[in-house]
């Protein structure tokens, strides 16, 4: 850790870190938390970084919500914004919940109102537990939207809930009218339920009133519910209800509630007079965290008048710039804050550029303290994050390395913020400054180093650390670059083997940080050593290094494995299925011996040692038949020996049924003639020969057509774009709750006549709908559609047309690459019937099912070339060709601009 520690801290630290117990795990956490420390928070953040487990992640993020300081607000905002873990961002939205950071309601109510689907329930019922809603005029502002949303109608629910909870009587005769709406539609009973519960939480002769007059005698549910919610009002004491919370303004002018209230009470003009009559210490006590233009241009006014006197005594200036200079060092910063408050939640880009030009001329203003100066270009390096607002900041920036050194630790603190390209080689110059002379790096290479760990990790992987001759002597100064080891960063030139150090290590902390980087590693003595922690006493060490080993890229150290597992019968259950969950394979080097294990454990009619729990069999098999598959359906030795010659004789045979063969890529025409050779040379399989390999290419030669065509749709561009319209899809279709039978799923997908609920791939259905909405669909592609049953889901999901309250929705994907069907005489629920059957047959002929029909197999062909020459008018080739499939982007370093910074 880069920071020193108490006694106490240290040993929760190495417990959370370490036990695979959730109450060790917990009461160690709760007692970090108590602490209530700077020191305590940073610790928690660090750790949520080194974690590569999704439990104890969101159970840190968790805890992190019982600090109010303004650092572990930003980084919460931070984390519930990145939807690509959705799981860590739900329990993010939470935690900000709890917090008692004012600022905490500004960011949710952001949320609420901007982000996507999955995340705007989640805010919004984080809203409805926070003890003050500061920003309840905002949602109430934006009603509208709620009701108008026909993408997921229970936002409405929510946000209703949301201002009942609160107490927020404004909502009453829009909630009474819905409440009559819902009553008359029996197809709306959620939304009644959802008006009832919010009637019950307000007061009043109106609500009861109209709770009594609802005709709800057939609705069992909801008539008991009217009753419950009449009886809780008619006896409630008319002082203790809650809507009379918001009826008496607070007295105390100087508190944020009661500064809210009467912002938001005024029009634009008297906002601007009320705003303009409060003194500048005063907005910076408060916090500013109230979302108002005439707000935010009040503080860009104080910031930025300069500090000196003007030179016109009579200046219009004179008076605020007078209040300027008599703010205190602490009143000055909270201003600073106040204005980083505002940026966060400002719609208005003008606003935001003027922000960072007032903030660029206190950085730059050498007649501010060093502290103040110092505070702002942070506050720069955060909105420049935020708004993706870098050019004018990294050229500010670019000019304070050489004035003074007390700036520069706010300087690297900035650049790792911003977290661009631009600001990670501005870093490698920084650091490459630093290691030429070894005392600048005593004191600057480690918040270099630090800074560079805030850097996303695909950007840290594009670029090698150069450090000759650098001795690391400081503890902190290892632990920082062992991150960015972890984080896939090329370390070279370090003369002293850190990641061997740390293996090795009697800490605890730096062998997890070692395992961590050893994912990244080549050297295989690294790897010997990670298998010595795999036999470690500490249960902890055990589970990491055998979880990295599962990450690794190379079959080899995968192959390894098969002993660990083996002697030992106590590796805990979950731990394994999290393994086999992440477990990464590369077809180049497939991990051979690993899948025999997985299968003949697995398939064992006396399991013994990890495979007693019916859980990690079926897991063992699913990733040991991956293997396998991979393995068994590379392209043949003699399709290899016969190159070019045999294609002559196969090809035409191909384009007769294929007419356009010629566009397929490479790979997908080699698995195609491979398997037509046994149609081609009947001679050499003759019928003793076994053609079960000809029915796996064919069936394989399906997936490889629709990754060809259907991967370029998902991933040649913007993958998140793509992730939030897959799961649009689903929140549309309402697929997200996971409760649904099997003939109603076929419902929905209009897959009826078809299927039938028995032999529908329900669990393949639900396994895609959790990659999608946890963001792993995009990393995770292969293992997700592993045959041709996930692709037909897929197909039903998000490639067939769908009508939802009489209205059409087409393909989730572009036009251009997935144009409507009608071309084809198949329909996608026919083509994903005959796409499992398939499958089903490549399973027998894969496991043992020994084909001498050449019938057998001729009718398999026709039917799988039927089923690409019918997807292939589905989804036609892209215009202009694809990209070849073993053809490189230009890494970051090779596309910079001639004459820009390259790496150190």
Not at 106 to 124: D, K, V, Y
Not at 340 to 347: D, G, I, N, P, R
Not at 566 to 573: I, K, M, T, V
Not at 830 to 858: F, P, Y
């Amino acid at each position: 850790m880069a920071f020193a520690l108490d006694a106490e801290l240290e040993r929760a630290h190495s417990i959370a870190s370490g036990s695979l117990s959730d109450a060790q795990r917990l009461q160690a956490l709760d007692e970090i938390s108590r602490s209530q420390s700077a020191d305590a928070a940073r610790l928690l953040i660090e750790m949520v970084h080194q974690s590569t487990w999704s439990p104890l992640r969101c159970q840190l993020v968790s805890v992190l919500g019982r600090f109010a300081d303004d650092r572990t607000t930003e980084f919460l905002y931070r984390a519930a914004r990145n939807e690509t873990d959705l799981a860590l961002a739900r329990e993010a939205v939470h935690a900000l919940g709890r917090s008692e950071n004012p600022f905490a309601v500004e960011m949710l109510t952001f949320i609420a109102l901007r982000s996507g689907l999955s995340m705007r329930r989640e805010a919004l019922q984080a809203l409805g537990q926070v003890k003050t809603l500061t920003t309840w005029r905002c949602l109430l502002d934006n009603s509208q939207r709620f009701r108008e949303n026909s993408e997921d109608p229970r936002l409405l629910q929510s946000f209703l809930l949301t201002l009942a909870k609160q107490g927020i009587t404004e909502i009453e005769d829009d909630l009474l009218e819905l409440m009559v709406e819902a009553s008359q539609n029996a197809s709306q009973s959620e939304l009644l339920n959802s008006c009832l519960l919010a009637a019950g939480s307000l007061s009043g002769q109106k609500v009861i009133d109209c709770l009594k007059s609802l005709p709800l005698d057939q609705q069992h549910f909801s008539c008991e519910l009217r009753q419950a919610m009449l009886l809780r009002l008619e006896t409630q004491k008319p002082e203790e209800a809650r809507g009379s919370k918001k009826q008496t303004p607070l007295a105390q002018k100087g508190s944020l509630a009661s500064f809210h209230d009467e912002l938001h009470a005024r029009n634009a003009t008297d906002q601007k007079r009320f705003v303009e009559g409060i003194s500048s210490s005063q907005l910076a006590q408060l916090g500013c965290s109230a979302a108002a233009p005439a707000l935010h241009l009040r503080l860009l006014d104080i910031m930025e008048i300069p500090s000196t006197q003007s030179a016109n005594p009579s200046g219009k200036h004179q008076s605020p710039a007078s209040a300027w200079r008599e703010l205190s060092a602490n009143e000055a910063v909270g201003l600073i804050n106040a204005l980083v408050s505002q940026c966060f939640v400002c719609t208005e880009k003008k606003l935001v550029e003027r922000s960072l030009k007032a903030l660029i001329g206190v950085s730059a203003d050498s007649g501010h303290s060093l502290e103040l100066r110092g505070r702002a270009i942070r506050a720069l390096g955060q909105i420049a994050h935020f708004t993706h607002n870098n050019q004018k900041v990294m050229k500010h920036l670019g000019k304070i390395h050489n004035e003074e050194r007390q700036l520069r630790p706010s300087l690297f603190h900035a650049l790792g913020n911003i977290a661009s390209e631009d600001a990670l080689y501005a870093l490698l110059d920084h650091l490459r400054t630093a290691a030429a002379d070894k005392n600048t790096f005593e004191t600057e290479g480690e918040m270099i180093l630090t800074a560079l760990c805030q850097l996303p990790p695909a950007l840290l992987a594009t670029v090698s650390l150069r450090l000759p001759g650098v001795s690391l002597s400081k503890d902190t100064s290892r632990r920082a670059l062992l991150k960015l080891m972890g984080l896939g960063a090329e370390v070279l030139g370090v003369s002293v083997d850190v990641l061997g150090d740390a293996l090795n290590s009697r800490e605890f902390s730096e062998n997890l940080l070692g395992i961590e980087a050893c994912q990244h590693s080549n050297d295989k003595s690294h790897w010997r050593m990670l298998l010595r922690l795999c036999q470690s006493s500490s249960e902890a060490l055990r589970s990491r290094a055998l979880e990295a080993i599962f990450r690794s890229r190379s079959g080899e150290i995968q192959d390894s494995a098969v002993p660990l597992l083996a002697a030992r019968s106590d590796w805990p259950e979950a731990l394994l299925l999290h393994c086999f969950d992440i477990f990464e394979i590369r077809e180049e080097e497939l991990p051979l011996d690993l899948a025999n294990f997985l299968i003949a454990g697995a398939s064992s009619r006396n399991p013994q040692g990890i495979f007693q729990s019916k859980r990690v069999r079926e897991e063992a098999t699913t990733v040991g038949e991956m293997i396998s598959a991979l393995g068994s359906n590379r392209v043949s030795q003699l399709s290899q020996a016969r190159g070019s010659q045999q294609s002559s004789g196969v090809d035409p045979f191909l384009v007769r049924d294929l007419p356009e063969f010629h566009c397929f890529g490479e790979g997908l025409k080699s698995v195609l003639r491979n398997s037509e050779i046994t149609f081609a040379h009947p001679d050499i399989f003759n019928g003793g020969v076994d053609k079960s390999t000809a029915i796996i290419e064919l069936v394989k030669s399906i997936d490889l057509f629709l990754q060809e065509r259907i991967g370029e749709a998902l991933f040649l561009g913007s993958r998140q774009v793509v992730l939030d319209r897959l799961r649009d899809r689903i929140m549309t279709l309402g697929l997200q709750g996971g409760n649904l039978s099997n003939a109603q799923i076929l419902r929905i997908l209009g897959a009826e006549k078809v299927f039938t609920p028995e032999l529908f791939p329900s669990i393949k259905l639900t396994k895609l709908i959790q990659s999608v909405l946890g963001g792993r669909f995009v990393t995770e592609q292969v293992k997700i559609l592993d045959g041709l049953k996930g692709w037909a889901v897929f197909l039903l999901l998000f490639v067939h047309q769908h009508t939802v309250e009489g209205r059409k929705l087409g393909p989730v994907l572009s036009s251009q690459s997935t144009p409507t069907q009608g071309a084809s005489s198949r329909s996608i629920p026919q083509l994903a019937w005959e796409m499992i059957l398939l499958q089903e047959k490549r399973n027998i002929a894969a496991h043992r099912g020994t084909v001498l029909d050449i019938q057998e197999v001729s009718e398999l062909r026709v039917q799988a070339l039927g089923v690409i020459a019918a997807l292939e008018q589905h989804f036609p080739p892209r215009q202009g060709g694809a990209e070849p499939s073993g053809s490189q982007k230009a890494s970051p370093v090779e596309n910079r601009p001639k004459g820009g910074k390259r790496s150190a």
